[in-house]
């Protein structure tokens, strides 16, 4: 028998249900990120990151802090360019990590936008387009909190996958309890 069944098996109902129940609010959180991005929905930002949330992008980015400033970063001029160029923010599936009132998740997300020098050509019964262009692809890591008001975001962390460790790092948190003596 699999840990994971054993586990699950020594669970209460109401606290499998729960886990469920949480699991699929943590979905949604995560989902609901290339939207607002894409939008610029700014309001959506400030609720669902903590008061002193953190968002870490990278060296080449800046690091963020706090809800207000987090939130501030789909209003800027840059941002609203982007949105207007066509940005697409597609988010893979999360893996999502339950720890009681803290939870852990790691994803896949591509920044993705129409490739305005690209040749045009037809796809049948779907128009012409000159397609799109995948601009980068990152690994997050999400800390999420639970709070009155339902999860929300503590920490994300984002890094490029471009070969470098960092983002492999963030990735192998995903694994880590599944390493032989962990």
Known sequence: MADTERASESK?????L???EDR????NLIASHPPSADTGADFYTRAVFTEDGVFDRGESLDCTLGNEAIAAITLRPA????????????????HV??????????????????????????????????????HRVLANRWELVRTPEGWKIKSRKL?????????????????????PGV
């Open 24 to 27: 699929l609010e943590i979905y």
């Open 12 to 16: 209460s109902l109401e606290a499998r």
């Open 79 to 94: 941002h609203q360019e982007a949105i207007q160029g066509g940005l697409a923010h597609f988010a893979g599936l999360p």
């Open 18 to 20: 729960r886990d469920i």
């Open 97 to 134: 990590e339950l720890g009681g009132d803290t939870a852990f998740v790691t994803s896949y997300l591509q920044l993705i936008h129409p490739d305005a020098g690209g040749e045009e050509r037809e796809l049948p019964n779907h128009g012409v387009s000159t397609g799109y262009r995948i």
């Open 159 to 179: 890094r490029p996958l471009d070969g470098s460790a960092p983002a492999r790092d963030i990735l192998a948190t995903a694994l880590a309890r599944h390493r």
